[in-house]
């Protein structure tokens, strides 16, 4: 996405570790508008779709926007169960094509145990390498410290948590306040 059609995102860091059969995917709870904290407590990683199918969802961006790109990502997922790849890019084609959708400001991260995905409104449908993905203002930060823990003997969820932690602690757009789902294989 260029900077400038989406200038000055700030707000969110969202993190997915995946690691012995289990993926983590992590999310602080800071929503700033401009210099201000408005909330620290959101949740920006959820779980979507029915038991035995269940995605984790994280998302970056607006919110309004992200929960319009939810309820998409539901009935593509409704619409070919078990194919989490499938409606990625059936959600990504639409973003990318619809006059409505091509407007919206927000990145997701998915996840069926299994596959893990990057979605982005240029069309992107990224499995990331290094079982890793992060997006959002402090992500880079994220990512950075989770590849260097993946080194270590630490389980998905305490590399998430260790590498948010540390996120927070150099972006001021991200917080300690974490909302962390996870999903077995």
């Known amino acids: ?6 200038p000055g995102w700030h707000g969110t860091t969202i993190l997915a570790v995946r690691r012995g059969g289990e993926v983590v ?27 035995g199918r269940e995605v984790l ?14 309820e998409r990502l539901e009935t593509k997922l ?14 990504a084609k639409d973003w990318r094509t619809d006059k409505f959708l091509r407007n919206l400001e927000a990145m997701l ?14 069309g992107d449908v990224l499995e990331p390498e290094h079982d890793l993905a992060a997006i959002g203002s402090g992500g880079h930060f994220a990512l950075a410290a989770a590849r260097g823990l993946m080194e270590s003997d ?23 306040a974490l ?7």
């Open 1 to 6: 996405m260029s900077e400038t059609k989406f």
């Open 25 to 51: 995917i992590a999310g602080d709870g800071q929503v700033s508008l401009g210099q201000t904290v408005i909330k620290g407590t959101a949740r920006k990683v959820r779980r979507l779709g029915p038991a």
């Open 57 to 70: 969802a994280g998302f970056a961006g607006s919110t309004a926007d992200a929960f319009t790109l939810l």
């Open 78 to 91: 409704e619409a070919s169960p078990g194919q989490l790849a499938r409606a990625c890019v059936e959600l």
């Open 109 to 122: 991260i998915v996840t069926d145990g299994a596959d893990m995905y990057v979605i982005t409104g240029a």
């Open 154 to 176: 630490l389980d998905a969820e305490t590399v998430a948590r260790k590498a948010m932690a540390i996120a927070a602690d150099i972006c001021v757009y991200t917080n300690g």
């Open 179 to 185: 909302t962390v789902e996870r999903m077995r294989r």
